[in-house]
């Protein structure tokens, strides 16, 4: 089964913003075919961000449950979440 | 003695920094609204740009760059209003 992350930056980004993106690009590449990472970035973001009901980026969710927001996580955090999320 | 100006500048969609910074703001104006002009701009404004910022939240000062990429304490942002001639 593949995961799903979507993951909410702003745009101008916040350094928070600029961290979880890279982290995205990370998992992306060490999940490949596991994990299907969607960065969402600005006014791009705005439908889902509002769909969710998000407050503030940067935010994280995995098959569509809000699992972090407004701060980048640290990697045990995240991998934590994923597997919570069955990765 | 004329009006300090603030400017703003916040990503689409807001991060956790300028949710507070919003919130400073209010507040500032509350307390200072008869000596502070504030402006506020989301997203990547011409301005943003043209003061040569690389992260958001941002806050300029009397045309000075005072913050970039977090959102300041209130103290902090009042030396910055002092310095640029608030009394």
Redesign the interface.
Known sequence: MTVRMEV?S?????????AILALADEYAKKYKGRLEVIKLI??E??AK?EEYK?????AVVINEKIRI???CPSRTTLDNALREGGL | MSKVKIEA???????????SLSKLLKEIEGELGDKVEIAIYR??HEL?QKYN?????AVVVGGLVRIM??CPSKETLLAALREAGLE
């Open positions: 909410f702003g745009d101008p980004p916040c350094p928070g913003c600029l600005g006014e973001a705005t961000f998000l407050g503030c980026v940067p927001e407004g701060i | 500048f916040l990503s689409i969609p807001t991060c956790s920094g300028g949710v997203g990547r943003y910022l690389t992260a958001a939240p990429g977090v």
